[in-house]
């Protein structure tokens, strides 16, 4: 019997989601109706997935919550903020995610979720023009509204523990700059000084949050918390972050495809992705500012799966200048398939001899429904981080991920095949449940 440390999930568990759209509606919805016993959250780890812990004639295969101290579907309590003023019924609705007899069941509880105003900057989402904002106020502003609303959300929902996810749209590019990003007194200085180029509003929402004591996710491919100014403040403030991208549907084909390739080792001449995507998200990226921020976090993954420095034969030929394979990945917005995206693969592998095949993969899947259950996981697992005393990046959530935070301060390089951050992922549950973490990621 193991014993663990992890302090207990009593009471109200507070999520609070920024961002009232399709991929937040569908976690909430899925949420409540869950806990009425009217649907099942297929998909979700923390629900479903059973893990062995121990060995040989100890040896079980347990459910997380059998193994550590997980906060129950019923006590979470949700509360949101958008730039659009919808409650979370009208939104639903409007999302199109969804049909009407999986949200009516629930409609009472969703229409008690009204937005709390936005701490938003047009320039960062162009397509955007909701007026349910905090207006025309500073960075630093920003923060101390966006803490007052942590507060005053906790204290009248009688909520024990908050999280924040960020699961409103991708802002644009927000290149890292030493300056200001690289130290928490660099990154304060800037918000009072009302630096709207280098500290983007998600910056402020994770700024709130972690000094409210409330762990963070970054659910889109925003610079926010992959700054080493936050990793800083995570630390003093001894609380999780996690980000960045929810990996639902191309990159979680992708990095669970390509060990395929690299454990036969087999070649790679190309891999060329592209999606067609209608909803919202697929507006707010059709402006060129704010798909560089999406290609940056999509084109990593493959980068460190198959890697044409530890195997120049298989992986490096293909591109422009012959020295890796070439990879390329669209979006393109195509309002008719709405949340249905659609995505292809086409895949140039090579075998014995040099001889070409190709692969093509079509994946038809529905974008906010790959993505609620990640939305519950990662705040669970955060929740979950923070009782047990861990702070900073939290590296075991990269398997929800598409573009793990790291340390890359350090050289340090992010796991991105499938299978290695599954097993980071099971070592952490054991080790929180007081298990030995018993296999290596090699
Ligand atoms: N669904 C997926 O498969 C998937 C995968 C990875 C990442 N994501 C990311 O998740 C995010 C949400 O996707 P979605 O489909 O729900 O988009 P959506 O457009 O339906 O919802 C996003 C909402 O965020 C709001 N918003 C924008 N800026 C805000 C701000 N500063 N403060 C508060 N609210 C703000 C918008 O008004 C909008 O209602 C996107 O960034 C998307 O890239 C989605």
Not at 15 to 29: K, P, R, S
Not at 103 to 116: A, G, H, S, T
Request: aromatic share 10%; glycine share 8%; proline share 5%.
């Amino acid at each position: 019997m193991s014993t663990t440390n992890v302090k207990p999930a009593d009471g109200k568990l507070g999520i609070l989601v920024v961002g009232n759209g399709a991929v937040a509606t569908t976690f909430m919805t899925g949420v409540l109706m869950a806990r009425k016993g009217l649907t099942k959250p297929v998909g979700s780890m923390t629900q479903y997935d059973k893990i062995r812990v121990g060995r040989g004639d100890s040896k079980k295969y347990l459910k997380y919550a059998d193994i550590v101290p997980i906060a129950k579907l019923s006590d979470i309590v949700f509360g949101t903020w958008d730039v659009y003023p919808q409650n979370a019924y009208q939104s639903a609705i409007y999302a199109e995610v969804l049909k009407e007899k999986d949200i009516e069941p629930v409609r009472d509880e969703l229409e008690q979720i009204k937005p709390m105003p936005a701490a938003f900057d047009k320039n960062y989402a162009k397509r955007l023009d909701g007026d349910n904002t905090k207006g025309d106020i500073t960075r630093w502003q920003m923060v101390e509204a966006l803490r007052e609303d942590i507060r005053r959300f906790k204290q009248e929902k009688g909520c024990q523990r908050i999280v924040v996810l960020w699961a409103a749209s991708t802002e644009i590019y927000v290149p890292v700059n030493k300056e200001v990003h690289y130290r928490l007194a660099d990154l304060e200085a800037a918000m009072k000084a009302d630096d709207r180029e280098h500290v983007a509003p998600s910056m402020c929402y994770a700024y709130a949050a972690l000094c409210e004591g409330a762990p963070f996710i970054m659910g889109a491919p925003n610079t926010t918390v992959d700054i080493p100014a936050i990793w800083e403040l995570a630390e003093k403030t001894r609380m999780p972050i996690a980000g960045k991208d929810f990996k639902t549907g191309q990159t979680l084909v992708k990095s669970g495809f390509a060990p395929i390739i690299g454990t036969r080792c087999l070649g790679l001449n190309g891999w060329f992705s592209t999606n067609i995507l209608g909803n919202r998200d697929g507006l707010v990226l059709d402006e060129p500012a704010n798909f560089r921020t999406k290609e940056v976090s999509k084109l990593s993954t493959l980068e460190t799966i198959l890697k044409p420095e530890a195997q120049p034969d298989l992986y490096g030929h293909g591109n422009d200048d012959d020295t890796q394979y070439y990879h390329k990945v669209r979006i393109n917005y195509y309002p008719p398939r709405n949340d249905n995206k659609e995505g292809w693969d086409n895949i140039d592998i090579f075998g014995w001899m040099g001889y070409p095949m190709q692969i093509k993969i079509n994946f038809l899947c529905r974008d906010s429904i790959l993505a609620a259950p990640l939305c519950l996981d990662l705040c669970l697992l955060s929740d979950l981080a923070a009782r047990a005393g861990r702070y900073g990046i939290q590296r075991f959530l990269s398997f929800f991920l598409k573009s793990p935070m790291h340390d890359y301060t350090q050289g340090e390089e992010p796991v991105n095949n499938l299978y290695q951050q599954y097993t980071m992922l099971k070592n952490a549950i054991r080790e929180m449940g007081g298990y030995e973490a018993d296999e290596e990621i090699d």
